[in-house]
């Protein structure tokens, strides 16, 4: 079992903004180095929510919400 951290500079961006973006970078790391089970974890019960179920068009998140479940998609076995 392993275990990851991404450190990035964000400027000024709300929680849930810089929680989507650790989401995306994690899930982006993961993928690069050929994780092939990924169990993704998240505190956040709106990023999960906004990830799972959100209409992306309506929201100004919607790029990095749809980056994550591209991400989501790809064959991770």
Excluded: Y
């Excluded at 929680?19 to 993928?31: F, H, I, P, S, T």
């Excluded at 990924?38 to 919400?65: F, Y």
């Amino acid at each position: 079992m392993g275990f990851g951290s991404v450190f990035m500079k964000l400027g000024q961006v709300t929680i849930t903004e810089a929680e989507l973006m650790a989401v995306r970078e994690g899930l982006r790391m993961a993928w690069n180095r050929r994780v092939e089970k990924l169990a993704a974890e998240c505190d956040s019960k709106v990023v999960v929510h906004l990830i799972n179920e959100a209409d992306t068009n309506m929201r100004p998140l919607g790029s990095i919400i749809e980056d994550c479940r591209i991400l989501l998609r790809k064959p991770w076995i």
